[in-house]
C-alpha cells in the first residue's frame, strides 16, 4: 500500500469515527428532549433546532428564560425546565458565584445560570460572537426600551451594557463579545438595579410634558 493510501485510509477511518461520535451525541440528546417531555416537565415543542443552531440555542437561554424570568420576577429554574433545560452541578459552568445552573442540549455547551443577585446568565460557547451579538440586539425591543450605555473593552472579550429607561430599578443586559482566547462566544447576564440608575448605563431620558388642550 502506498503512503497516499495509508494516509487517505487513516482520514477515512477517522471521519467514519467522528461520524459515528456525532450521531450517538445527537441521540443522546434527542433522548434526552423525549425523556423531559415524558416526565412531564414541558408541554412545548422540543427545541430541536438547538441542537446545531447556536443562534437557536441563544435565543432560548438568552430571551425565553433569562430575559423573561429578570422582567416578569419569575422563576429561572421554572422557565428554564419547560424550555428543555436540564439541571446540572454549577461548577460545570466555570462561573464562581452561579448558585444554580441548567444546561440545553446543544452540540456545543449552552447554561442558563442563577446569580446571587436575583439575576441570570446565560452563555453559548459556539457559533459566531458577532452574529450572536446582533441577534440578541435584535431581541431586546421584545422586553423593553433599551439604551446603550457603557462598553468595557477587555483583553479578550467586548462588554457592552443595555439598560431601560427607568431612573428606579431599570433593567439592565450586559453583552459579553468575545474577541479572541477560548471563553463563550456569548454570554449576557441580565439584573435589576438595586435602586437608582447606575453610573454605567446612560442617563434616563428626560420625561415629555403633554401638550395643553
Known amino acids: 500500500m502506498s503512503k497516499s493510501e495509508r494516509t487517505t ?22 433522548s434526552g428532549f423525549a425523556g ?6 414541558s408541554t412545548r415543542r422540543a427545541p430541536y433546532a438547538a441542537l446545531t443552531s447556536p443562534t437557536a440555542a441563544m435565543t432560548i437561554v438568552f430571551s425565553d428564560v433569562c430575559l423573561t424570568a429578570v422582567r416578569d420576577g419569575t422563576s429561572i429554574e421554572a422557565l428554564a425546565l419547560d424550555h428543555y433545560l436540564r439541571p446540572v452541578p454549577p461548577r460545570l459552568t466555570g462561573s464562581p458565584t452561579a448558585t444554580a445552573a441548567w444546561r440545553l442540549a446543544s452540540y456545543s455547551k449552552v447554561f442558563v445560570v442563577a446569580l446571587p443577585n436575583g439575576g441570570c446568565s446565560a452563555s453559548v460557547e459556539g457559533g459566531n460572537p458577532e452574529g450572536l451579538e446582533a441577534a ?6 421584545r422586553y423593553g426600551d433599551f439604551v446603550e450605555g457603557q462598553t468595557l473593552p477587555a483583553e479578550d472579550n467586548t462588554r457592552t451594557v443595555w439598560c431601560t429607561a427607568e431612573t428606579s430599578r431599570p433593567l439592565i443586559v450586559v453583552l459579553v463579545r468575545r474577541t479572541q482566547g477560548r ?14 440608575r447606575p453610573s454605567f ?6 420625561m415629555t410634558a403633554p401638550s395643553p388642550t
Open 183 to 196: 471563553r463563550p462566544a456569548f454570554v449576557a447576564n441580565i439584573f435589576r438595579a438595586e435602586s437608582t
Open 36 to 41: 423531559q417531555a415524558d416526565e412531564g416537565r
Open 136 to 141: 440578541a440586539l435584535a431581541l431586546l425591543p
Open 9 to 30: 485510509g487513516g482520514g477515512g477511518t477517522r471521519r467514519v469515527w467522528a461520524t459515528l461520535v456525532g450521531a450517538c451525541l445527537i441521540g443522546a440528546l434527542l
Open 201 to 206: 448605563c446612560a442617563p434616563a431620558r428626560p
